[in-house]
């Protein structure tokens, strides 16, 4: 779905996929209590995710402004949830 390499962990029950990545960022944000993770994905061009996406036929939510970027929120087949978003604050991956 995403395009990414990956290989199989075979080395373990029951197995699971490792996938290469592209530049990666970890932001840790406050909260006011205890919270779940949340795993959210950088695009340059969310109108090109969300066509590449949906031409797989994955189910995700409408593209939305929020403070920090426009995003969607992508439905993952074990019924959680991740967010593609293009930013709008400055980023740290060419540091």
């Known amino acids: 779905m995403l395009g990414w390499a990956c ?3 075979a080395g373990s029950k029951p197995r ?5 990545t592209p530049p990666a ?19 340059e061009d969310i109108n090109a ?9 994955v189910p995700m939510t409408d593209v939305n402004s929020r403070g920090y970027g426009i995003a969607v929120d992508v ?18 991956h060419d540091l």
């Not at 991740?82 to 400055?90: A, C, D, L, N, V």
């Open 7 to 9: 290989v199989e962990n």
């Open 16 to 20: 699971w996929l490792i996938f290469k």
């Open 25 to 43: 960022e970890l932001g840790i944000h406050p909260a006011d209590g205890p919270s779940a993770a949340e795993v959210s994905l950088m695009c």
């Open 49 to 57: 995710t969300v066509a590449t996406l949906a031409a797989h036929g």
């Open 75 to 92: 439905t993952l087949p074990g019924g959680g949830t991740i967010q593609f978003y293009e930013p709008r604050h400055e980023t740290a």
